[in-house]
T-cell receptor, first 109, second 115 residues
Framework: QKEVEQDPGPLSVPEGAIVSLNCTYS??????FMWYRQYSRKGPELLMY????GNKEDGRFTAQVDKSSKYISLFIRDSQPSDSATYLC?????????FGQGTELSVKP | KAGVTQTPRYLIKTRGQQVTLSCSPI?????VSWYQQTPGQGLQFLFE???????NKGNFPGRFSGRQFSNSRSEMNVSTLELGDSALYLC??????????????FGPGTRLLVL
């Protein structure tokens, strides 16, 4: 079992839709959680970072962490074609990032 | 402020050769981590350097090595290349040693193809 599980998709939604991206993790020692966005042929770009259970909002993006169920989510409101990318969840453990497989998102105009 | 830079961006090598990749972190960042990204395995941690010392190492064979210089620039080396080493190699920098709370910023990567 991978330490971080993420549905690889692909996920296709119409412009303006609310997108929900999810990850589960197995190691309860994880304390820091990130979401990265990766466009084709680019390096991952840090979107959101949190270390506590609950919600953290940044513009159209909301990160949600539920440590009791080891579940993390990223919500994108009013999705745009420019949001089309691969989204990677990551947990930080002792100096390294453990990544999920990434979910490929396509937002259609 | 300039981001993380990696050179070269693309490389083609043949089996058995060795390769050296270079990474320049964001100015002021002292920690550099390396990751390998493949379609099958995703993003996997290789190693982390801080103050010229390797602090963490992932589960990769000894053919993969790295170092960090006094100006925080880092290089990684892969010896005796195998076909399975074909991947995107990503460098990430952070301000200090990544105990988890330090956010890491990635470069564009070096795409290595082994023939």
């Amino acid at each position: 079992q991978k330490e971080v599980e993420q549905d690889p998709g692909p996920l296709s939604v119409p412009e303006g839709a609310i997108v929900s991206l999810n990850c589960t993790y197995s190691n309860s020692a994880f304390q820091y959680f990130m979401w990265y966005r990766q466009y084709s042929r680019k390096g991952p770009e840090l979107l959101m970072y949190t270390y506590s259970s609950g919600n953290k909002e940044d513009g159209r993006f909301t990160a949600q962490v539920d440590k009791s169920s080891k579940y993390i989510s990223l919500f994108i409101r009013d999705s745009q074609p420019s949001d089309s990318a691969t989204y990677l969840c990551a947990n930080a453990q002792g100096g390294k990032l453990i990544f999920g497989q990434g979910t490929e998102l396509s937002v259609k105009p | 402020k300039a981001g993380v830079t990696q050179t070269p961006r693309y490389l083609i090598k043949t089996r058995g050769q060795q390769v050296t990749l270079s990474c320049s972190p964001i100015s002021g960042h002292r920690s550099v981590s390396w990751y390998q990204q493949t379609p099958g395995q995703g993003l996997q941690f290789l190693f982390e350097y801080f103050s010229e010392t390797q602090r963490n190492k992932g589960n990769f064979p000894g053919r993969f090595s790295g170092r960090q210089f006094s100006n925080s620039r880092s290089e990684m080396n892969v010896s005796t290349l195998e076909l399975g080493d074909s991947a995107l190699y990503l460098c990430a920098s952070s301000l200090g040693p990544t105990g988890g709370q330090e956010t890491q910023y990635f470069g564009p990567g070096t795409r290595l193809l082994v023939l």
